[in-house]
């Protein structure tokens, strides 16, 4: 009985069965988007962040029990895909994301807890025009990689580590105001080329590269986590085996540097620059490969999608208030020993979230001018419960102001530009390892 009345459910509402695999070219993409939205008006917003050389709408649809804006306590995620436009896996695996998604809200526990805890943003594709010019699936290298302008996008954000003079593309100037709009706790940026989850530093100097090779950022382990999190719940991930059978990444994991260095990279200026830990995802061996594979990749994926956005609820969050109960802005709070170039402050809500992993930290308040208060904390696993320790800081003064604390955009390193010299590859090595390898990443 019951299975004669769900095949008759099917025959009669096709469109509830799901999104098709097959490639969503722009019209379809915005439509699709569009779609959701109009279905799911109270858990969705739909907004466009800016638009590409060409003109073609850069995409958001925002998932979230309160869509429209931030809420206080509920961290903001985000997945980027398709930065590269012949890297094509990530963006229809976003479209199925968001189509499960919707579709589990009030019927799986995980996904209503996570609607319930997370604001999470989904933009399927940050180069669409790239992925227009790309006609037909090819595995290999096409020039769609790049934006309309040739740019390559991966390498068009600022730079912490050297001066680099990009001429900003349109596309990351809309991802650069929309990091400085929101605040996002946690991303990853999904490409294909590779299976591999790698992670930040992609650049560095002797400050933060060791003899191996290898530019540590102070929230390493906590990157080797989050990376590990995707491939250990990615089917094959996690077995590490590269593309061309010949060598392995342990674990299925890597950091960016160690595989090899770039400039102007999007994950590098999450963390250093926005206060967001992200992640690059290679999704796939195969760039564009044939849509009768997309099933397969969804399949593959669909596990390590989900327990990765859960991740925004490790360690610690809270808000900074002052004697008279108003939350400060632009307080600093960090956990010592693990101090960012560019300290990591309070939001427009005095708001801070520091992603830790279980374990005991001493949190430094300091507010410019007002000095410090320090916490010891045992932190739990927030994951499992959805949610991080919850910690407020309080300081007994009425504040008037306190001090506006930009970031630099000029290189952050730059006082160690003298003695890196000594420690680099020679530039002959460089252009090697570039040529060899400016395919991935
Ligand atoms: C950066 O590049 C632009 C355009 O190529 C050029 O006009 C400018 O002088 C350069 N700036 C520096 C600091 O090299
Ligand atoms: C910035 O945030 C405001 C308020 O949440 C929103 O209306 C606007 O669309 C956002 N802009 C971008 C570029 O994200
Ligand atoms: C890698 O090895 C697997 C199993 O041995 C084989 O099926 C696959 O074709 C190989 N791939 C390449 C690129 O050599
Ligand atoms: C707390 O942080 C501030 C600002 O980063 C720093 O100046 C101060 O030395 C720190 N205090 C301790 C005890 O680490
Ligand atoms: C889980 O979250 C609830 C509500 O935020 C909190 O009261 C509880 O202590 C948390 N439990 C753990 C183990 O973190
Ligand atoms: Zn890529």
Redesign the pocket.
């Known amino acids: 009985m019951r299975a004669a009345g769900s095949l008759c459910l099917g025959l009669l509402l096709p469109a509830v069965l799901g999104l098709e695999f097959s490639y969503h070219h722009s019209s379809e993409l915005g439509a699709f988007l569009r779609d959701v939205h109009q279905q799911h008006p109270d858990i969705t917003a739909l ?1 466009s ?2 638009r590409s050389v060409a003109g073609r709408e850069l995409w ?1 649809l925002v998932l979230g029990r309160f869509p ?3 809420t206080i306590g509920i961290p903001e995620f985000k997945y980027i895909a398709n930065m590269h436009g012949d890297e094509t896996v990530g963006r229809e695996m976003l479209l199925h994301l968001i189509d499960f998604l919707v579709t589990n809200d009030k019927r799986d526990p995980v996904v209503t807890r996570l609607i319930d805890s997370t604001r999470i943003h989904i933009m399927p594709s940050m180069n669409p025009d790239g992925f227009e010019a790309t006609t037909v699936p090819d595995c290999s290298f096409s020039e769609g990689r790049f934006n309309e302008n040739g740019e390559d996008l991966n390498r068009n954000f600022p730079d912490a580590f050297h001066s680099y003079n990009v001429t900003i593309q349109p596309e990351t100037q ?1 991802v650069i ?2 990091i400085k ?2 605040t996002f706790v946690l991303s990853a940026n999904l490409h294909g080329g590779a299976l591999v989850a790698s992670y930040t530093f992609d650049n560095g100097n002797p400050a933060t590269i060791s003899l191996e090779g290898y530019s540590r950022s102070p929230d390493d382990d906590v990157f080797i986590h989050l990376a590990k999190t995707y491939s250990s719940n990615h089917a094959s991930m996690y077995k590490g085996v590269y593309c061309d059978n010949k060598s392995v990444f342990p674990h299925g994991i890597t950091n960016g540097y160690a595989w090899y260095q770039l400039q102007g990279g999007m994950q590098d200026y999450n963390y250093v620059w926005g206060q967001c830990f992200e992640i690059t995802l290679e999704l796939s061996c195969c760039k564009y490969p044939p849509a009768s594979e997309l099933q397969a990749f969804w399949n593959d994926n669909k596990a390590a999608l989900i327990e990765y956005i859960k991740q925004v609820h490790l360690g610690i969050k809270g808000q900074v208030l002052d004697g008279n109960g108003q939350p400060v802005p632009n307080v600093i709070v960090e956990a010592k020993g693990r101090e960012h170039i560019c300290p990591y402050r309070t939001n427009r809500h005095g708001e801070y979230y520091l992603l830790l992993l279980p374990g005991i930290y001493v949190i430094n308040a300091t507010a410019s001018g007002y000095g410090s208060i320090l916490k010891t904390l045992h932190v739990p696993n927030g994951p499992e419960n959805f949610s991080a320790l919850k910690c407020d800081f309080v300081f007994p003064e009425v504040f008037t102001t306190v001090r506006d604390a930009s970031c630099p955009t000029k290189p952050l390193y730059q006082q160690f530009e003298s003695i890196s010299a000594a420690g680099k590859p020679t530039l002959r090595f460089l252009a090697l390892v570039t040529v060899l390898y400016t395919v991935f990443k």
């Open positions: 907004h962040i800016g958001v429209t804006q931030h809309a105001n929309w709009n929101e």
